[in-house]
């Protein structure tokens, strides 16, 4: 942290700050030059952060430089990360709704879904070729095969597809058949995977860990944008709390608090946060009206067939009738739907 005081700022005052620092534990270090001193802290983290001299007698400025992260802060980069892809985009003021099944199943399912999302104002398609199973028994996913049903069915509605990489051996292979390379919540902190994707040049989905803190998930991003990889969207995807009515929380404080402290586009996934198929709807609603720069949306033919999440994912009419609703807040939010042409 570095405490900027005012020009001419009076002795009195800077030797209170440098006492507040020692009282707290924190070694305060003088830069003082004619017109302007800077106090520079040094001290655990914990403490520094806990100091607040915002507004004190001479103060002018508090600059804190010990965040275990820079490239994805706003200090760092002020204006909006935009990333483009094909026709559609996200950030900047351009809303992305990535929506498909949570596993691509067959080559109908996939066409199928890709075609109403479209038609409802999708500007991107999802669907898991490798999925990541509580149990080793459930559906494992359908591989490359399904990476393929996946490009096709994004191809024929032209808009990009999004399917998650689950094993960093994985990830020439997704990235040769999709547009967006998804990094699931139980690998947020698989940095070996984090340092690949960041060397590679394909956007990135970020999920956030099921107990992944903020500065965590951005210290995560701060992999993928340290290899040069500048195409990363960070997804609140819910986290583990004491609730069991839902199965995630949504942590809408923590869209909020991500688009302060990062450029970085920010996409809800109410579908994995709940859990409940009647709960995407006013939770969609609320993560835009929260700042979010898009969501991603389970939906699949026969949620009652689904091989996975079926719960949570919403028939392809009660996708159009939330992209209804949807679209209008978006651009109450003075955003405007990220796809073109
Ligand atoms: C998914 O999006 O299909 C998925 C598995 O999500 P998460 O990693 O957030 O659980
Ligand atoms: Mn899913």
Known sequence: MLVVMRDHASQESIDHIVELLREAGAEAHLSQGEVKT????????????????????????????????????????????????????????A????????????????????????????????????????????????????LKLLRAAGDSVRLPVVTEVLDVRDAETVAEWADVLQVGARNMQNFMMLEELGRMRKPILLKRGLAATIEETLSAAEYLLKGGNRDIMICERGIRTFETYTRNTLDLAAVAAFKMLTHLPIISDPSHATGRRDLIAPMSRASVTAGADGLMIEVHPQPERAKCDGPQSLTPADFSALMERVVPLVELEGKRMGVEG
């Open 38 to 93: 800077i106090i520079g802290v040094v001290g655990e983290r914990e403490i520094v952060y806990a100091l607040d001299f915002d507004g004190l007698p001479g103060v002018e400025e508090v600059i804190r430089v010990l965040k275990p992260y820079k490239l994805v802060t706003r200090e760092f980069q002020p204006e909006d990360t935009v990333i483009r892809i094909g026709r559609s985009s996200v950030g900047g003021g």
């Open 95 to 146: 809303f992305a709704v990535m929506a498909g099944p949570c596993s691509i199943e067959s080559e109908e399912q996939m066409m199928g879904v890709a075609r109403d999302a479209a038609a409802a104002g999708a500007t991107m398609i999802r669907g898991g070729a490798f999925k990541p199973r509580s149990s080793p028994y459930a559906f494992q996913g359908m591989g490359l095969e399904g």
